[in-house]
């Protein structure tokens, strides 16, 4: 199991490499023992063929000796027949050559050191009676002595009119030399050809390997940058394999899809966003009308035209209803302000020197501006610009409390390759953890006052723009929020 887990976790251009040359070396493997294999039948065809031959031939001299004797065709005499007939046999033809009688005993051989006496040993009775019962009178005995195959074929001899006389032997000793040699000649040249095979299928198989997997590198680069939150690019890709090219089709429908997703998911965020903002701009717009309706109630059960101070009661309930009246004007201007962005005014400008007089407005000595060059040109809105810059300022004296001794706040301007950053960094209370998630969400507030549509608004310009804003805080030492514009929008 875990062999299978670690052969998982191999990349498949690697699989692919690994089973073309495992399939080479299994297919010289198979190659090389199909030939030992020929190559034995092959020697084993050629002496069974061979003894044949020389057995044929020997039974036919044998017969030709039989024809000519002057002795009688019996059994006995075949020892007399063969006296010196059977050496010039063996010699002619190369081969050992024994006679027997009907019954297994040795009648006469061709053995030079061998005498016919009491000792020599009998044909065994089970080949006797294979002789006898097979249909060519003929039997081959195979045994391995010391390694060495031994044949020896028994038949029976016969005079003119087929009658049995005795039983012919021949021993023969296979000799694989030749065979042996030439399959080791073979092998070697084998052995060469499929060494430079492997040198040559290692390169195709890196070749193959890499070309089959190259479309599959691309589909899973692209699955990797693939996200629900930016532009998706589809792949165009014209792959040789029809599984490839289904496989690249499925994922560009998928980027289609993704991207509708995306459109019905964000008009979706953007319909519950104005939803909880419609609840609380109503919430907000309600909190004053009830102390106006009470006002109101109150004074006309305390009216009276004969009262010497109606002039100054009328007084302080106009006041009490203008005061309310404001607060109303402040959350409708606010709502406005985020309901409706004014149109992008582009105009080339210096940013540095923008926000340089932007933060003039502030009277706050601890408030710095700092920046590496004097000039950063940009294509951006003068007042939206402000804006951005103005509110994160404002959050940053705010979130400064008045009993600290030393405050700061630091305004940055930095080029960054084709962006420029604008850094707005205090040493206030920071933002509590469970806090940080919704800090742009646009009714979300930490203040005791207002209704915390100032971040949310400046993330929907920055995000106009193309740009980012991000924030990094701890807890007593401070919030900063960095900002980044394109330097060129058009």
Same mark, same amino acid.
């Given at each position: 199991?875990?062999?299978?887990?670690?052969?998982?976790?191999?990349?498949?251009?690697?699989?692919?490499?690994?089973?073309?040359?495992?399939?080479?070396?299994?297919?010289?493997?198979?190659?090389?023992?199909?030939?030992?294999?020929?190559?034995?039948?092959?020697?084993?065809?050629?002496?069974?063929?061979?003894?044949?031959?020389?057995?044929?031939?020997?039974?036919?001299?044998?017969?030709?000796?039989?024809?000519?004797?002057?002795?009688?065709?019996?059994?006995?005499?075949?020892?007399?027949?063969?006296?010196?007939?059977?050496?010039?046999?063996?010699?002619?033809?190369?081969?050992?050559?024994?006679?027997?009688?009907?019954?297994?005993?040795?009648?006469?051989?061709?053995?030079?050191?061998?005498?016919?006496?009491?000792?020599?040993?009998?044909?065994?009775?089970?080949?006797?009676?294979?002789?006898?019962?097979?249909?060519?009178?003929?039997?081959?005995?195979?045994?391995?002595?010391?390694?060495?195959?031994?044949?020896?074929?028994?038949?029976?001899?016969?005079?003119?009119?087929?009658?049995?006389?005795?039983?012919?032997?021949?021993?023969?000793?296979?000799?694989?030399?030749?065979?042996?040699?030439?399959?080791?000649?073979?092998?070697?040249?084998?052995?060469?050809?499929?060494?430079?095979?492997?040198?040559?299928?290692?390169?195709?198989?890196?070749?193959?390997?890499?070309?089959?997997?190259?479309?599959?590198?691309?589909?899973?680069?692209?699955?990797?940058?693939?996200?629900?939150?930016?532009?998706?690019?589809?792949?165009?890709?014209?792959?040789?394999?029809?599984?490839?090219?289904?496989?690249?089709?499925?994922?560009?429908?998928?980027?289609?899809?993704?991207?509708?997703?995306?459109?019905?998911?964000?008009?979706?965020?953007?319909?519950?966003?104005?939803?909880?903002?419609?609840?609380?701009?109503?919430?907000?717009?309600?909190?004053?009308?009830?102390?106006?309706?009470?006002?109101?109630?109150?004074?006309?059960?305390?009216?009276?035209?004969?009262?010497?101070?109606?002039?100054?009661?009328?007084?302080?309930?106009?006041?009490?209803?203008?005061?309310?009246?404001?607060?109303?004007?402040?959350?409708?201007?606010?709502?406005?302000?985020?309901? /409706?962005? #004014?149109?992008? %005014?582009? !105009?080339?400008?210096? $940013? +540095?020197? &923008?926000?340089?007089?932007?933060? *003039?407005?502030?009277?706050?000595?601890?408030?710095?501006?700092?920046?590496?060059?004097?000039?950063?040109?940009?294509?951006?809105?003068?007042?939206?610009?402000?804006?951005?810059?103005?509110?994160?300022?404002?959050?940053?004296?705010? /979130?400064? #409390?008045?009993? %600290?001794? !030393?405050?700061?706040? $630091? +305004?940055? &301007?930095?080029?960054?390759?084709? *962006?420029?950053?604008?850094?707005?960094?205090?040493?206030?209370?920071?933002?509590?953890?469970?806090?940080?998630?919704?800090?742009?969400?646009?009714?979300?507030?930490?203040?005791?006052?207002?209704?915390?549509?100032?971040?949310?608004?400046?993330?929907?310009?920055?995000?106009?723009?193309?740009?980012?804003?991000?924030?990094?805080?701890?807890?007593?030492?401070?919030?900063?929020?960095?900002?980044?514009?394109?330097?060129?929008?058009?």
């Amino acid at each position: 199991m875990a062999g299978f887990f670690k052969l998982e976790r191999v990349s498949l251009q690697l699989r692919i490499f690994l089973s073309m040359i495992v399939l080479i070396l299994i297919a010289s493997i198979l190659m090389a023992s199909i030939s030992i294999i020929q190559f034995k039948n092959e020697a084993k065809d050629y002496h069974q063929e061979r003894l044949e031959r020389k057995e044929s031939a020997i039974k036919e001299h044998i017969n030709y000796v039989l024809a000519n004797t002057k002795y009688a065709l019996t059994t006995g005499n075949l020892r007399y027949i063969f006296k010196d007939k059977i050496h010039e046999l063996a010699q002619i033809h190369n081969l050992e050559i024994n006679i027997y009688s009907l019954n297994g005993k040795l009648l006469k051989s061709s053995k030079a050191s061998f005498s016919v006496d009491k000792d020599a040993p009998p044909i065994p009775k089970y080949i006797i009676k294979l002789v006898q019962s097979s249909i060519d009178k003929r039997y081959v005995d195979i045994k391995n002595i010391n390694g060495v195959k031994n044949r020896s074929s028994y038949s029976q001899i016969k005079d003119a009119k087929f009658k049995p006389l005795g039983i012919l032997n021949i021993p023969y000793v296979e000799d694989d030399g030749f065979y042996e040699r030439e399959l080791q000649n073979f092998l070697i040249k084998l052995g060469q050809v499929y060494a430079l095979m492997l040198v040559i299928a290692f390169g195709l198989a890196y070749f193959l390997s890499t070309y089959i997997t190259q479309s599959l590198k691309t589909i899973s680069d692209k699955l990797s940058e693939t996200s629900l939150t930016q532009k998706n690019e589809k792949i165009v890709l014209e792959a040789n394999s029809k599984e490839i090219n289904l496989l690249i089709r499925a994922y560009n429908g998928m980027v289609d899809e993704l991207e509708e997703s995306a459109v019905k998911l964000a008009q979706s965020e953007r319909e519950d966003a104005w939803r909880e903002m419609a609840k609380q701009v109503a919430h907000e717009i309600k909190n004053p009308l009830t102390p106006m309706r009470l006002t109101v109630q109150s004074f006309q059960r305390k009216f009276d035209p004969n009262d010497p101070e109606l002039r100054q009661k009328v007084r302080d309930y106009s006041e009490t209803l203008i005061q309310q009246i404001d607060t109303m004007s402040a959350v409708a201007s606010a709502f406005s302000n985020f309901a /409706s962005m #004014p149109a992008q %005014q582009n !105009e080339t400008l210096n $940013v +540095v020197e &923008v926000v340089e007089l932007a933060l *003039d407005i502030f009277n706050e000595e601890y408030l710095h501006f700092k920046s590496e060059e004097k000039e950063i040109i940009a294509k951006i809105d003068r007042t939206q610009l402000i804006r951005i810059l103005t509110n994160l300022v404002k959050n940053a004296i705010q /979130s400064i #409390p008045e009993i %600290q001794k !030393e405050k700061g706040v $630091v +305004v940055t &301007v930095t080029r960054r390759g084709t *962006d420029v950053e604008i850094t707005v960094a205090d040493n206030g209370v920071g933002i509590e953890e469970q806090n940080s998630p919704y800090i742009f969400e646009p009714k979300f507030t930490t203040k005791s006052s207002g209704m915390g549509l100032g971040l949310g608004i400046i993330k929907n310009i920055i995000e106009n723009y193309k740009g980012t804003i991000t924030f990094a805080t701890e807890i007593g030492k401070g919030t900063c929020f960095t900002v980044t514009l394109p330097i060129l929008n058009s």
